[in-house]
């Protein structure tokens, strides 16, 4: 690969906001007597807002009036926020900063590609929001994970080709989004039997750094 931009997920990736949404996904669910666990949580990686509860709702088997979708979601939202209040600097993994600052001095242009309308909130919460070139998220898309949207919107407002992009995904449904967009992609902490063999993999922010310098020595 020939990598000029890393575009990072955010909710698994950068931080671990994962854990708020099965928290404030579980609350909602129990409220409302669905049954809701980890192993659909994992389903719910990547995915609006919107099609998580309506993933939720068919591993229920049942319906709901718009309004009540309405209300749930909006529930959860608030739930969630609650969590992400309390979220501050020491959060973040301590290798994540150290890791941005030497990319860039590699360079590398920096997006973050999110399906989470709080995204920028996270972001400022860490204080990281300054260290990307192009921040991407929920808001401005029209089509969530695994459609390319977010991803591809990232790479045209860095101005790199899809084929120089590198994304970091915890989600099945975001390494699709890559695929589909033509870009490269890196699975973090992700080991799903449905991905091939060949799939560069990262567990931590070091590993990530060291597979995109290799790409860049490679190409060289
Ligand atoms: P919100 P990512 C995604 O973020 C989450 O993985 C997914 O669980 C969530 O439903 C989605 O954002 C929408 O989040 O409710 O905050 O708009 O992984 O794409 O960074
Ligand atoms: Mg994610």
């Not at 899809?162 to 490269?184: F, H, Q």
Request: charged share 25%; glycine share 6%.
């Amino acid at each position: 690969m020939m990598v000029k931009a890393c575009i990072f997920d955010l909710d698994g990736v950068l931080c671990h906001t994962d854990e708020f949404h099965y928290l404030a996904w579980k609350r909602i669910s129990d409220e409302l007597g669905l049954g809701f666990d980890r192993t659909l949580n994992e389903q719910l990686r990547g995915v609006s807002r919107r099609e998580s509860f309506e993933i939720i709702l068919r591993y229920n088997g049942i319906r709901l009036p718009e309004e009540t979708i309405r209300y749930a979601m909006d529930k959860k939202n608030m739930w969630y926020r609650e969590y992400l209040l309390r979220m501050s600097p020491s959060d973040l993994d301590s290798d994540v900063r150290p890791t941005l600052v030497r990319l860039h001095e590699l360079g590398l242009l920096l997006a973050v590609g999110s399906s989470s309308r709080n995204a920028r909130l996270i972001l400022d919460r860490l204080g990281i929001t300054g260290m990307f070139d192009a921040i991407v998220d929920g808001a401005m898309i029209s089509n969530s994970k695994p459609d390319p949207e977010v991803f591809l919107k990232a790479s045209k407002s860095l101005a790199v080709q899809p084929s120089g992009c590198v994304v970091i995904e915890d989600a099945l449904s975001g390494i699709e989004a890559a695929k589909a967009g033509g870009m490269n992609f890196i699975a973090y902490r992700l080991h799903d039997p449905s991905l091939e063999k060949e799939v560069l993999h990262a567990e931590n922010f070091g590993e990530i750094l060291k597979l995109v310098t290799a790409s860049i020595r490679r190409a060289r």
